[in-house]
């Protein structure tokens, strides 16, 4: 992503706008998707107040915001627990004054179908990735209504639509919940002014792949996994956060002040094949 200066992005596309992010820091280097949003938004000129449950992982995004003469406030916080999540809200609002935009980008998956799944990873994948953006949703919401409207976008995922290549039922489920939930979500808050959207990224290469998903899926060996990932997407690259970031851009920005209820899938075409 380019760096533009101050007053660039002091007439960006979220010019003012105070933005709350869950899950804005990273695993490891590199694009993750709450990274690549909140950097990308802060070079539109939002204000980001970041959340994450280890504070350490924002450290690059706050740098790179930073850079790009951005703002970034980044406080920790367990997306999953609602007295952790209220009182981030709280700080945000008694900071800013406001909150225009939430992005719920916290989630993670875990392998396996019902079967060889354990009860507690079922559990913790529910929480990890439903129980987070009702969350986040119920402690937001309440001051977007007051302030007269705002703009939720959720970070979804293609498993919550189609096979993408492993069992994993918890993730696929909870991620078919997020969709939905946003759905229904938009039709009941859209008189208040309140527009709720999801942006549905496929399998992009994120610092999860070397962290975590290549010890899941192929023994540790990255370039394999990365090989079964990009056979799956038409297109002949694969994309990565800042994807999932310009996705969200439009849904959190007035440009998209007749869209509600629906997503953006950023997959390359990869949902959108028969195999």
Known sequence: MSSPSVSAASQGRLAGKVVFV???GSVGPGWGNGRAIAVRFAEEGA??????RDPARMQETQQRIADAGGQMVGVACDATQSASVAEAVAQCVA????IDVLVNNVGGSAKGGPVEMSEEVWDAQIDHNLKSVFLGCKHVLPHM???GGGAIVN???T???????SAQIAYASTKAGVIQFSKVLAVQYAPQGIRVNSVVPGQLHTPMVEVRLAGQRTGGDVDALLRQRQSRIPLPFMGDGRDTAYAALYLASDESRFVT???IVVDGGMSARCD
């Open 22 to 24: 869950s899950g804005a």
């Open 47 to 52: 204000i980001i107040f970041g959340t994450d």
């Open 95 to 98: 900071r800013f004054g406001r």
């Open 145 to 147: 209504v007051a302030q």
């Open 155 to 157: 970070i979804a995922s």
């Open 159 to 165: 498993s919550g639509l189609r096979w993408t290549g």
């Open 261 to 263: 209820g629906t997503e």
